[in-house]
RNA sequence: GGCCCCAUCGUCUAGCCCGGUUUAGGACACCAGAUUCUCAUUCUGGCGGCACGGGUUCGAAUCCCGUUGGGGCUGCCA
């Protein structure tokens, strides 16, 4: 490429589906690319298929790509406003002799040649002469076909790099093609490897590709599925898989772009989410988190910042995904808790814990402060005085007010609580001893 | 079937272009240990791979060919 020449590059959606983990890879690719090379990057929609193109799909695209960050810089055009120009095109190549009707739809006539281009990903590749027959560029209906919009619009648009899947390979002649028959200049070309499925075939609705909007909505964070994605078929070369998006921008070559298809890992897109999770300010965290409370009528929208705030930092480092967090915290946000089965037998199997929980209420009715330290202080001395291990009073106590056998230091649990709710379950849980 | 693409631990990958520095490195997952009130976190260790066969070469994960395997396309869908 050329010093000066500024860097065009397109992702072209069809609004007939969600966006999937695929094809917003596809996206992300792009916009690295540009953003890379200081470039532009270009929204169009591919709704010639009037039929199945549905507004609410590219409705959804539209914010998927926003929520990811993906913003764009010219678009979307959308080919649905375009068919003058394909017919015109079209009727061109009819003039031309280049193509020939067939009924109401204009076939284009394939040279018997040998194709032959530079993927920038996947170097040469040749197609031999006769690989393929005349290609449709319009339809009986009057509607153009992908190949021949296709081409017009990268053209009209002066995309100067098709960044796209390797599906699209067998399509690279067809569309030479047409860029011949039109005497347009060719651009380059980059076929990225797929992402496929846990048994590597094709990614589909059945073989669990999800909707972007499902890791949005199931609480994972932008930055983590981008970081992510960004590492399906790249990497940093570095021994570094967590890396900031400007990182990500400085290094991203398609040079770098690996030829392999990559399957979709679901456990490490977990693990990276918690990464970015202990990362973020608490605050912010808690923001992130509330609208799942909500959601579950856990809290109102005016809930105690503070107060959630400091719950929030107990659960911390247990969160894989926003989702997570209103089942580990319940017991903060209901009057009455559930006992998970086992918790409850627990309970009532240990020995002694009576006796504990009674002295224990007494203990705690007395401290004037319930902070962490005086709760903890005062806990270890019943403990002491008992001649108990710590675990007994424990582990006992966390099922008796949180109604789970794990979950955050109860000593901060306790706190978080606060006394009035720590005697009442306590008191509570006697009963069922 | 035809055409095209691909091939390093279960998965994501480094190394491959410019062959020796590699007992093939890292991450996720898994297993074990340490820390700890449980879980989680964190730390340490472990398990585990160059698909196969031929070349080329003093030497190949790295270059070439073939086989096998996987994938894509083969629509007047995009």
């Not at 005497?183 to 490897?193: D, M, Q, T, V, Y």
């Not at 107990?314 to 998970?340: C, G, Q, T, Y």
Request: net charge positive; aromatic share 10%.
């Amino acid at each position: 490429m050329a010093d000066k020449e500024i860097v065009r590059a397109r992702f072209a959606p069809s609004p007939t589906g969600y966006l999937h983990i695929g094809g917003v890879r596809t996206a992300l690719f792009n916009w690295l690319f540009t953003r890379h090379n200081k470039g532009v990057f270009v929204l169009r929609i591919e709704d010639t298929d009037k039929a199945r193109s549905e507004k609410v799909y590219l409705d959804q695209i539209l914010e998927d790509l926003k929520w990811l960050g993906l913003h764009w810089d010219e678009g979307p055009h959308f080919q649905s406003q375009r068919f003058p120009i394909y017919k015109k095109y079209a009727q061109k190549l009819l003039d031309e002799k280049k193509a020939y009707s067939e009924g109401t739809a204009i076939i284009l006539r394939v040279p018997q040649k040998p194709f032959r281009f530079d993927d920038i990903i996947r170097g040469p590749i040749e197609f031999a002469a006769g690989s393929f027959k005349d290609q449709v560029l319009m339809k009986s209906d009057g509607t153009p076909t992908y190949n021949f919009a296709c081409v017009i619009d990268d053209h009209d648009m002066k995309i100067t790099h098709i960044i796209r899947g390797e599906d699209h390979i067998s399509n690279t002649p067809k569309q030479m093609a047409i860029y011949e028959a039109l005497g347009f200049s060719l651009p380059r070309f980059a076929h990225i490897p797929l992402i496929v499925a846990a048994d590597r075939s094709r990614l589909s609705k059945r073989k669990g590709a999800m909707p972007v909007s499902y890791y949005r909505e199931q609480g994972y964070l932008p930055e983590a599925l981008f970081n992510f994605l960004a590492l399906l078929g790249w990497s940093l070369g570095a021994r570094q898989e967590i890396a900031s998006k400007e990182e990500i921008i400085r290094e991203f070559t398609l040079e770098r772009v690996l030829k392999t298809a990559a399957a979709f890992n679901p456990e490490k897109l977990e693990w990276m989410n918690g990464q970015y999770i202990q990362q973020l300010d608490t605050k912010r965290l808690t923001e992130l988190i509330a609208p799942f409370l909500i959601q579950k009528k856990y809290i109102n929208k005016d809930y105690d910042k503070k107060k959630l705030t400091e719950i929030v930092e107990l659960f911390k480092i247990r969160v894989k995904k926003l989702s997570d967090f209103p089942e580990l915290a319940d017991f903060f946000f209901v009057d009455k808790i559930e006992f998970a089965p086992e918790a409850k037998t627990f309970l009532q199997k240990k020995k002694n814990t009576k006796d504990i929980f009674t002295k224990l209420i007494a203990v705690l009715e007395k401290i004037d402060s319930f902070d962490i330290k005086t709760v903890e202080d005062s806990c270890r001395d019943l403990i002491a005085k008992e001649g108990i291990k710590s675990g007994d009073l424990i582990h006992p106590v966390r099922v008796a007010l949180t109604g789970k056998r794990v979950g955050p230091g109860l000593f901060e649990t306790m706190a978080a609580l606060g006394r009035e709710r720590v005697s009442a379950r306590l008191t509570q849980a006697l009963k069922l001893l």
